[in-house]
């Protein structure tokens, strides 16, 4: 009976990874491109996180201390982690050179578009968060982890009331709040 009920646990617990994985995709791709057509700094930011969030998700549930892997899994784990922390990492740059410029150069914003822009993000983190409950072992750090991933939409849609400056200021932000998630997940899989 109780090998039955872990067994039932583990399927929805999988199956709300899928979701986690699927929101923050949808997530990054609508911010990815409200980022591009609006030139809004924070919902660039936003992208990155949901790419650091996929990242974190997959190295979380694909670890390399998983049983009965082969070297080819092993080999397309590696790739596949590199080509998300590399588009990351480029991200992040992208964000800093664009949210140092808009620090000097503002422009203006349009604050309903970025809202929708960073409205898929807010079911991202709600995934994020259920999932960080739901898990058998979540830790405070897997939860401080899903409350910081939803920083990025909740600062998108302060900065949807504000002005130009402070989406640069709240991109770069978000950016060094990406060095906090870091440090969160490394200890995570540590532990």
Known sequence: MRLDRRMRLAGSTLRLVKLDLVAHGIALVTCVTGGILLESVVLMAAAVHHVASIGFSRMIEEGPDKQHRSRSND??????????????????IYVTATGAHGVFHPELLNAAAIAG???????????????????????????????????????????????????????????????????????????
Do not use: E
């Open 75 to 92: 080999a397309m784990f590696s790739v596949r982690q590199l080509v998300l922390w590399t588009c990351c990492v480029m991200m992040a």
């Open 117 to 191: 822009f960073a409205a898929p993000g807010a079911v991202a983190a709600a995934t994020t968060g259920v999932l960080a409950c739901w898990s058998a072992h979540p830790g405070r750090v897997g939860r401080a982890d899903a409350l910081l991933s939803a920083m990025p939409t909740a600062a998108a849609f302060c900065i949807a009331s504000g002005t130009a400056n402070l989406d640069a200021l709240a991109g770069l932000a978000l950016v060094l709040l990406l060095c906090v998630r870091t440090v969160l997940c490394l200890r995570r899989t540590l532990d």
